[in-house]
Each structure stands twice: as C-alpha cells, then as structure tokens.
C-alpha cells in the first residue's frame, strides 16, 4: 500500500508541478495581438465605471495620496505621477532614463515608473478603474485605446498638447483616440510590419538578396522557386487564428489594404472586406499556400530559419540586431502591381485618466516632453521604435543614424508614411477573431474564398451590431 | 493515473505462467513511457535555460549540449527577483499556514461536533467550490481596495486563507478516522480541543499533507490576484516576476526558462519534503 500511494503520490505531484512549470511558459507569439487575450479570461467590464463608488475621490489614485500644490500652472506643480507602461529591457530602462531626465528639469515633479506585464494590462486597467486605483498616465498597445476611451476616464489632451506637436505625427496614429472632436490618446512610439528575408536561403535558390521581390507576381514565382531549389518555405503566412486572431488579421489587412480594400467601412458599423479587393488579397494568400510556397503551422516558421521570408515587425530588426540566427535583409512588403504600398500600424500611445485639472495639466506636460523633437529622436534611436513624429522620421539625423547604425530599419521607416490604422472601435478584437476563424478555413481549403468571405462578414457585421 | 498502479492480474493458473514473466515488462515500459512524458517537460525547460538566444530553437532539446550558466544570472538581474522570491515566501507560507489551521478546524467541527443545520451549512460550503475564482475576483478586489489592503501582504493573503477543497479533504479524512478513539479521549478526560490536537491532527497527517501540498502549489503559482492587488515591485511575486520574459516584442525562452527553473525549485523541494511526511503518516498511524 505505501509503496503504491508513494508511486501514485508522486505521479500526482510531477503532473502538478509539471503544470506549474507550463503555465509559466504561455509567450504571445504574435505581438499586437495581446489585447483580447486578457479580456476574455477576466470578467472585469468596463460598466462598472458606472456604479457608484463611495470610497469616492477621497481615496483617489493611488498616487493621489501624495502632496500635491493646488496652484493650476503646471510649471509650479509638484506631487508624484504615476506611470504604467509593460515595456521591458532597453526599452524600459530608456523610459526610466527619460523619466528621470524630466524630473531633474521640473524639480518637484516626480514621475514614479512602473512595469505591468503587457498581456495582462488591460485586465488590470479594467479592475483598476472600477475601484479608482488608475494611475495618472498608462502607455500600452494603441489597439487597446478605443477600449480605454469607453471607460470614460480619459483626459482630452487636444488642449493640452501644443498644435504644432499634433500636426507633426503621422494622421494614421491620432485615429485611435479620436472621438467626436477629441483626441484622448498621443502616440509616443511606433511600428510597422515588412518584408524580412534569410538571405542564406534566397541566395541558395539562386536570387539576389539585394533585389527583393516588389510585387506579388514576383513574390509568388521566388516563394514557388526557393521551395523547389530549398524545400523550405518561400513566405510565411499568419494562418492560424489561435485564440485571439489579431496576429492573422493585421498580417492580412496589409494585403487588404495594398489591394485597395478596407477592413471594416467609415464609420466602423459593418464590414467591408467582402469586395472585389478583399477576394483579391485572400485568393494571394491561398495561392501561395497552394503552391506550397507558405507553410501551414504555427507561426514561428521563418524566425526558426524553416521558411525564406516573412511579414515581421520593425522591432525584430532591433531583436536580431546583436545576434541574428541567421544572415536576413529587409524591405517593403512586396504590393500587387496595380496595387498600393501598404503596411499595418503598430505601438503604444499614452492616455491620461481624470483627476483634477492641475495634475491632468502635469501628466500631458510630461507626454509633451516626451514626444518633443529631440526626446523623439533619442528615444528612437535607443530603442529601435519608429518616430512618431514626421520631421523626426524624415529629418537628416535620424536618417544618417539609421543608415550607419541599422540600415535594415530604413525599409520599415519609409513605410511609415503608408502605414493605415485598424479600427477604431472597442469590438475591434472581436472583430479580428472572428474574422480570423472565418479566413482561417479559406487557408486550409475548407471553404472557398467566397465562401469565407462572406461568412467573416456576417460573423463581423453581428459583432458589430452587437451593443458594447 | 489509477491505470499505473492496478496491473492486469495474471489468473492464478498454469496457463498463467509465460503471463506473469512479461507482465512486469510490460509494466515497467508503461511506466518508463509515463516517466518520459512527465520528464521531457522538465528537461527541455533545464537544457532550454542553458541555451544561446540564437539556438533556442534548435535541436538537442532534451539534453544539454551547452551551459550558458549565464542565463541564470541574467534572468536574476533582469527584474528584483530576490525581492519577487521573498514575497512569494512570505504570501505562500500565510497561506499555507491560514489553510492547514483554518481549514483543520473547520473540518473539525464537520466531522465531529454535532450543532443545528451542520449538513446544509456543509452543503452551502461545497457548493461554493462550483463558482469559478474569476467570478469572485472583482468584488474581492474592490473589498481589498476598501479595506485600504490595495499593494500589500494583507491582500496577498488574507482573502485567501481559507479554502473550501481543504476542508472537503480533511472532513473526508476525520471522517474515515473511528469515532471511537474519540470517544476514548474524552474518556480520558479530553475536550474537543484536546481530542483534535492529540488524537485527530496526528491522525490526519498524509490529509494534511495533501492539503498543505496543493495550497503551496495553488500559492506560488497564483497569478491573476497578485496581479491586480500588488501596484509595483515592492510586493510582486515571482509568477509576476516571469511575465518579465514574454513580453510583447520578443519573448526570450532561455531566460524565461533560467527563471521558470528558479522558480520551480521550491515547489519540487516542498514536493520532497511533504513526501516524505505523508509516507510516514501513512506509515506510524498504521491507516490503510
């Protein structure tokens, strides 16, 4: 008997901590794709802003509690402001830096930084604003924006931004916290998506590595050529919905867009991917894969060195920088020829929740300075974010610095210009999975182009009927 | 896992004979097949930890080739993990320690004590265990907030020290314990509280080691609750403490995997450990 418990005593236990062990490892392989993830686990509605909260302003933030002058003018304001961002690494450490930096200019400011885990902000931000515990500004993924402005907690920063800072950044990156004529979130960095090629593989199957393909027709012919002359795969596709979508569905509304479709129509209430564009761009992705140029697995393929090229963030660039796995160039996303350049629009932006005028007056001071012309070009060049700002980006420092330091980032910085934004709607991770599941069976030959479709428009459509 | 332990029993039969040679066989591969899957987890996450950035994806991946020790170092620095690590002690053990005493008495008074409407409230107790923890974490949150608990060890522990599955174990093992070995303490003289502590709680050993085995493993790996009551390092866990590692742009796996390894040592050394208590239990109380 005892020797039997302890058999199955430990059995127990090793599959226990076996799961502990598992858990541990859950990673978000597609970035941007963080949002729905968390809010699906959690009950946490945002409705619950509307209780009545009597612990009420007397308790506050929790940064409120400290000292804090009552004079409006943000230059003579002091107390500490409270930060929650989820980078991590460099780039956490740069924030800090920056942060630091900005205190010693305002003495009696004090910026308290704190690191949230990124799949898990929103959860928390959730919790935090029905119980009043929302820090003075948080910085995450500008997909999650719509959602935080649904909280109606967010400060309109349009006042307290200067004009000629908002003119300044890209139109596409203010299209996520503009409602009505507010704008209630500021971009402070950027991304986009290009061509990453091995150029190992490229040049085994007899191109030239400097002379990536620009269209689709030459895309499809070098992905069919590699896998003959490699077996490995030409271009990798995002084909798997997973659980939350997104990493399928902004990977394929760079293709959407180049084809001169849409996603979803103006005014965000209905789909409109169902078109001659959409067909288009889906029917680019099934060929490819039909013609076994584009493997169907997890994604991860190309990273892993089984696949010639893939669609990827800017940020791998700075990722692969030190220690590329294998020898890889960059460019624009290959567009049909009768088509548009395009690419998708990712990165964080910053919103300020509503206390009182003077701090509010002091949270968007310090994103000012942040976004300003030369902490714009600092904090780019040390962390290998795009510029938010168009003087920046097309301005000569920047420009010699990439060229000397990383000149691969330069495909990903000229295409800002061309980046389009997803949605501004709060269904909008809905949307994208649903979508996803749909387009998902059209790449794996269980429904026709049109038929999928058409079905990712009637799943759409209802998610957006849907009352939020 | 019953399927390891009940092997095919050969019939007592002359035909038997060729049967009782390979069925020890067959089971000792059943059990090697077993041992390997829980095993490969374990070793890919320790060969992992060990690996270059650039060769993570590579194979061996169940045996290391490399030891870029390193990693461990770099994992610890990369956040305070030795402040993670203490606080995940100090939240794990209040836990522990909640569960063991509040649940033993409340198992106590099931089992044994005779009071108006015990089997409903008993009842009312279990069917708590069918609503989901998501469920009750945002009302929890908002009483911590107004307790004024928010980033604090009151809130790591407090809401939490006692659990509805600890009680249901022991009141099933007090249970199972004859009533008369009670009845002969109070023959002797002892009350309710001298019967549980020298007769019943010796008793109940391998339960309690059941018990306090799962609330540490359900305590060090907790994370959603961490999440939401702790606001920055100073009372983090180290669960939280590895979300450093996957982050948006770019997981790192040796170093989430030098840090997983880190964080698993406790729990396999606490496993040891509670092993060995639970097999004496079993043992000195003569209990099959």
Redesign the interface.
């Given at each position: 008997?005892?020797r039997?418990?302890?058999?199955?005593?430990?059995?127990?236990?090793?599959?226990?901590?076996?799961l502990?062990?598992?858990?541990?490892?859950?990673?978000?392989?597609s970035?941007?794709a963080?949002s729905s993830s968390s809010s699906s686990?959690?009950?946490?509605s945002s409705s619950?802003s509307g209780t009545s909260d009597?612990?009420g302003s007397a308790?506050g933030s929790?940064a409120a509690t400290t000292a804090s002058s009552s004079s409006p003018a943000p230059s003579s304001w002091s107390g500490e402001l409270t930060v929650w961002h989820?980078?991590?690494?460099k780039?956490a450490d740069t924030f800090s830096a920056m942060a630091q930096k900005y205190q010693t200019a305002h003495p009696g400011v004090t910026i308290?930084v704190?690191?949230v885990?990124?799949?898990?902000m929103m959860?928390?931000l959730q919790?935090a604003v029905?119980?009043?515990?929302l820090p003075d500004i948080s910085i995450g993924?500008l997909v999650n924006v719509p959602r935080l402005v649904q909280t109606g907690r967010l400060v309109d920063l349009t006042p307290l931004i200067p004009q000629a800072d908002w003119s300044d950044m890209y139109p596409a990156m203010l299209s996520f916290g503009t409602k009505d004529d507010q704008q209630l979130s500021i971009p402070v960095s950027a991304n986009d998506l290009g061509l990453m090629y091995n150029a190992d593989l490229v040049r085994q199957a007899g191109f030239d590595p400097a002379k990536p393909p620009t269209t689709w027709d030459e895309m499809k012919t070098a992905a069919a050529a590699i896998k003959a002359k490699t077996g490995k795969a030409g271009f990798e596709l995002f084909t798997q919905a997973g659980d939350n979508g997104e990493g399928l569905t902004w990977n394929f509304q760079v293709s959407l867009w180049q084809a001169g479709g849409e996603f979803l129509d103006e005014g965000n209430t209905k789909a409109a991917f169902n078109s001659d564009a959409g067909r288009k761009a889906l029917q680019y992705w099934v060929d490819l894969i039909d013609a076994k140029a584009s493997p169907l697995a997890p994604w991860?393929e190309f990273?892993?060195?089984n696949a010639a090229s893939a669609q990827e963030?800017s940020?791998?660039v700075?990722?692969w920088a030190d220690?590329?796995?294998f020898t890889f160039g960059t460019a624009q996303i290959p567009a049909p020829a009768d088509g548009r350049k395009a690419t998708n629009l990712g990165g964080e932006q910053a919103v300020v929740y509503s206390s009182d005028d003077a701090r509010e007056k002091a949270a968007a001071d310090f994103l000012a300075w942040f976004d300003g012309p030369a902490q714009n070009l600092s904090w780019s060049e040390q962390t290998g974010f795009l510029p938010v700002r168009r003087s920046v980006a097309e301005g000569a420092e920047y420009k010699s610095f990439v060229a000397k330091t990383s000149p691969r980032m330069q495909p990903f910085v000229d295409a800002l210009p061309t980046a389009h934004a997803r949605p501004n709607t709060p269904q909008y991770a809905e949307a994208s999975l649903a979508f996803a599941k749909q387009v998902e069976k059209a790449l794996y030959g269980k429904a026709t182009v049109e038929q999928a479709l058409s079905a990712a428009e009637a799943d759409v459509n209802q998610v957006l009927s849907a009352t939020p | 896992?019953?399927s390891?332990?009940t092997t095919p029993v050969p019939r007592p039969a002359t035909v038997a004979r060729p049967t009782g040679r390979t069925a020890p066989v067959l089971r000792q591969l059943l059990l090697l097949a077993?041992a390997v899957v829980?095993v490969a987890?374990?070793a890919w996450?320790v060969t992992t930890s060990l690996k270059?950035?650039?060769d993570v994806?590579r194979p061996p991946y169940l045996w290391p080739q490399e030891f870029h020790v390193g990693n461990y170092g770099r994992a610890w620095d990369?956040a305070p993990f030795a402040g993670y690590y203490v606080n995940s002690l100090i939240m794990t053990g209040g836990i522990l320690v909640g569960h063991v005493m509040l649940d033993t008495l409340a198992a106590y008074a099931f089992a044994r004590l005779r009071f108006p409407l015990r089997n409903t409230l008993f009842l009312v107790l279990v069917a708590t265990m069918l609503v989901p923890q998501?469920?009750t974490?945002?009302p929890a949150?908002?009483l911590v907030?107004?307790l004024?608990w928010?980033?604090s060890y009151a809130a790591l522990i407090v809401p939490r020290m006692a659990d509805v599955f600890g009680i249901v174990v022991l009141r099933a093992f007090m249970a199972s314990i004859p009533a008369e070995l009670d009845d002969a303490a109070r023959l002797d003289g002892a009350g309710p509280w001298r019967s549980l502590w020298s007769v019943t709680l010796p008793l109940c050993r391998p339960a309690l080691a059941t018990v306090g085995?799962?609330s540490f493993?359900y305590a060090?790996?907790d994370?959603?609750w961490p999440?939401?009551v702790t606001?920055?390092?100073t009372h983090r866990t180290i669960?939280?403490g590895?979300?450093?590692f996957?982050?948006?742009?770019?997981?790192y796996?040796e170093l989430?995997m030098a840090g997983?390894v880190t964080?698993?040592v406790p729990?396999?050394v606490i496993?040891l450990f509670l092993?060995r208590a639970?097999?004496r239990g079993?043992?000195s109380t003569g209990l099959?």
């Open positions: 008997m005892t039997r418990l302890r058999r199955r005593w430990f059995a127990v236990a090793a599959v226990a901590t076996a502990t062990v598992i858990a541990g490892c859950g990673s978000s392989s970035p941007a963080s686990s959690s009950p946490a619950a009597p612990a308790s929790p989820y980078w991590d690494g780039n308290k704190v690191n885990p990124g799949s898990d959860t928390k919790a029905s119980s009043r515990t993924d991860g990273e892993k060195g963030g940020w791998m700075g990722i220690k590329p796995p | 896992m019953s390891v332990t077993l829980v987890p374990f996450m270059d950035y650039a994806y990369a998501f469920v974490v945002l949150y908002d907030i107004r004024g928010y980033d085995m799962f493993l060090w790996n994370f959603l999440l939401l606001s920055d390092d669960q939280l590895l979300s450093t996957s982050s948006k742009y770019g997981t796996p989430l997983t964080a698993a729990a396999l496993f092993q639970f097999i079993v043992a099959k």
